[in-house]
């Protein structure tokens, strides 16, 4: 197992369009989480998942993003109608709910909205 | 509500020195707390953990030690190199969520 993989590493789309990130966690990992980071800042937590189950959400992710994960397996996470405040880093996690939890993260996708 | 907070935010230093950042949290009932460095532009490199019930974790010449009484941890970087230059974050995690929750970061700059 190579870790977390995130796909696309870059994503630039023009304002309004639709965009979807794709996480593949490390396999025997239960839980993934997407974070939000913009430029000199720390990641901000988004959303996160124990299986296929979307257990908590944060106020940041408005009606315009939803993330799925649909066989407790790779997760989405999908921008409607992209505005130029979504630009940021991407980044999801995955974690074991044994043992020490320790958060695994992945290089993270770059949306710029011009 | 937990706050993470980091300082400094910035430190230069020559290589060989040995050097301490430091994180302090509000919530001291933590699950765990993780330091992570990140190089620009890509993703968190997982540095150490330590769980609430610890005092402190080594890897190679990395030393972090956590006090939850005071709500704090420290990273101690000992004989720090060109290398290291990065940004340091730490995280914490809850009982009753697992979400982390990060400090704003400390950006190393080791210059030989």
């Known amino acids: 197992d190579t870790g977390v993989s995130q796909n696309p590493r870059h994503k630039i789309t023009k304002r309004g369009q639709n965009v979807t990130f794709r996480c593949d966690p490390i396999s025997e990992h239960n839980r993934l989480y997407w974070y939000r980071q913009t430029l000199g800042q720390g990641p901000e937590f988004l959303t996160y998942f124990q299986n296929e189950a979307q257990l908590e959400k944060s106020r940041l992710l408005s009606d315009r993003f939803s993330a799925e994960r649909p066989k407790g397996s790779f997760s989405t996470l999908e921008i409607q109608r992209t505005e130029q405040g979504d630009s940021a880093m991407y980044l999801c996690?995955?974690?074991?709910?044994?043992?020490?939890?320790?958060?695994?993260f992945g290089q993270g996708t770059r949306l710029t909205v011009v | 509500k937990q706050e993470v907070t980091q300082i400094p935010a910035a430190l230069s230093v020559p290589e060989g020195e040995n050097l301490v950042l430091n994180c302090s949290f509000t919530d001291s009932a933590i699950y765990n707390l993780q330091w992570f460095r990140q190089d620009p532009g890509k993703g968190l490199t997982s540095l150490l953990l330590?769980?609430?019930?610890?005092r402190e974790q080594t890897s190679g010449r990395l030393n972090a030690s956590l006090d939850k009484s005071s709500g704090r941890s420290t990273l101690y970087i000992a004989a720090s190199q060109p290398g290291d230059s990065a940004t340091y974050l730490c995280a914490a995690s809850s009982y009753n969520t697992d979400k982390l929750i990060f400090g704003t970061g400390t950006r190393l700059q080791v210059f030989p």
């Open positions: 330590i769980q609430s019930s610890q």
């Open positions: 996690a995955s974690s074991s709910r044994q043992g020490d939890t320790e958060a695994f």
